[in-house]
C-alpha cells in the first residue's frame, strides 16, 4: 500500500513564486526523501531528511519534518519554469531499511 | 559512468507473450529494485536485491520473476503478460548498507504495453 499521501496533487504557480508540497505518512520512519520526475524521465533525488532531523536546507529547497504529524513539507523558492516537474515523497520505514515506499506525487506546473 | 540503464525503453506485447528487462548499473551498488508506474499511483516496488544473488519480494511481486547473477545486473522477467500489466517500469540501485546511504539512482524507464 503507498505509505506517502502528497497534497495538493498538481500545483501551477507563476515563475519567481514559491512552491510548497506537502507529504503525509502512516508509521515510524528512518528518514524521508523528496524525489523529483521530469515527464518521461526517471525520478532523481533532491534531498533526505532523518527521522531525528526537523528541517534541512539545499539550495532553493528547504524541507521539513514533523514525525509527531507524520508529515513533511517541501519548499521551492523562487521557482523557476525547469522546476516544473512531478514530486514525490518515499519514506525508509523502520524495520525495512532495504526499501522505499512512495507516495502519488504532486504535480507542479511554473508558468512564465 | 552511464549509471542505471534500461533495456529495452519501449516494448508492446500481445497477452501471453514473455519478456525480460534488463537493468544494469556501473555504480558497484549493492542494492537494485524494479517498480511499477501507473498514473496517479506513484511507484510500487516489485522486486528488490540487497546483494548479488539475493531477490525479494516488493509490494506487487505476482506475475513478475526477477534475478541478480551479477552484481551489476537486475532482470525482470515477465512470462505470461497480461494488460494489467502495461505500465512503465524503473529499475534503480542504491549503494547499499554501508555508509547509511538510502539514496537511490533510477533508469530511465521502459514503457510497455500489453494489447
Redesign the interface.
Known amino acids: 500500500s503507498q505509505q506517502g499521501e502528497e497534497d495538493p496533487q498538481a500545483l501551477s504557480i507563476q515563475e519567481g513564486e514559491n512552491a510548497t508540497m506537502n507529504c503525509s505518512y502512516k508509521t515510524s520512519i528512518n528518514n524521508l526523501q523528496w524525489y523529483r520526475q521530469n515527464s518521461g524521465r526517471g525520478l532523481v533525488h533532491l534531498i533526505l531528511i532523518r527521522s531525528n532531523e526537523r528541517e534541512k536546507h539545499s539550495g532553493r529547497l528547504r524541507v521539513t519534518l514533523d514525525t509527531s504529524k507524520k508529515s513533511s513539507s517541501l519548499l521551492i523558492t523562487a521557482s523557476r519554469a525547469a522546476d516544473t516537474a512531478s514530486y514525490f515523497c518515499a519514506t525508509v520505514n523502520t524495520g525495512t531499511a532495504s526499501k522505499l515506499t512512495f507516495g502519488t506525487g504532486t504535480r507542479l506546473q511554473v508558468t512564465l | 559512468n552511464a549509471g542505471?540503464t534500461q533495456t529495452p525503453k519501449f516494448r508492446v506485447l500481445k497477452t501471453g507473450q514473455s519478456m525480460t528487462l534488463l537493468c544494469a548499473q556501473d555504480m558497484n551498488h549493492e542494492?537494485m529494485?524494479w517498480?511499477r508506474q501507473d498514473p496517479?499511483?506513484?511507484?510500487?516496488?516489485i522486486h528488490?536485491s540487497?546483494g548479488e544473488g539475493t531477490t525479494a519480494k516488493?509490494?506487487v511481486p505476482d506475475g513478475y520473476n526477477v534475478s541478480r547473477l551479477k552484481k551489476q545486473n537486475f532482470l525482470l522477467g515477465l512470462e505470461s503478460a497480461a494488460p494489467s500489466q502495461t505500465s512503465v517500469y524503473?529499475c534503480?540501485s542504491r549503494l547499499g548498507?554501508s555508509g547509511r546511504s538510502?539514496?537511490?539512482?533510477?533508469?530511465?524507464?521502459t514503457r510497455l504495453t500489453v494489447t
Open positions: 542505471v542494492y529494485y517498480y496517479g499511483m506513484g511507484l510500487r516496488l528488490y540487497v516488493g509490494e524503473f534503480a548498507s538510502y539514496e537511490q539512482y533510477f533508469g530511465p524507464g
